[in-house]
């Protein structure tokens, strides 16, 4: 069994007028989450971004789309997860990017990952996310795109 590498990105995707998109979990109904995945080998985590938007939602974006925030966050891996990954590791360090699209669009999702998707207004898919660095990351969504030049 190959296991999976204890690094992710977290993908806040995001229109101009701060609606987000958010995925439901397959194994778990009723959590929902932004973009999520695990760092595959030795790639660069922009990488990781982008082939993840792209597996969960079908969505196709450049690497010069995506803003890495150059924020870390490290937490406790749920036990029921912790098979997926080495022997003793307990926490994973994921890393947040955001990724603007021009407007709400259907997306692709994985049947296997994910059960649905929906468009929230930010302070309503911040609330709707399980994650507490989720939705750290999306109450910080309108903060973060006052001081990023486009």
Known sequence: MKYKKPVS?????????????????????????????????????LETARREVLEETGIV?????FIDWQL???????????YRYAPGVTHNTEHVFSLLVPEQAAVTISPDEHLAYRWLPWQEAAAACFSWSNRDAILELPRRLVSTPR
């Open 9 to 45: 990105v977290l993908v806040v995707i995001h229109t101009a007028g701060l609606d987000v998109l958010l995925l439901e979990r397959a194994l778990h109904p009723g959590f929902w989450q932004s973009v999520t995945g695990s760092q595959e080998d030795d790639e660069p985590l």
């Open 72 to 82: 870390t966050n490290r937490y406790e891996i749920f036990a029921e997860w912790r």
């Open 61 to 65: 974006a450049a690497a010069a789309d």
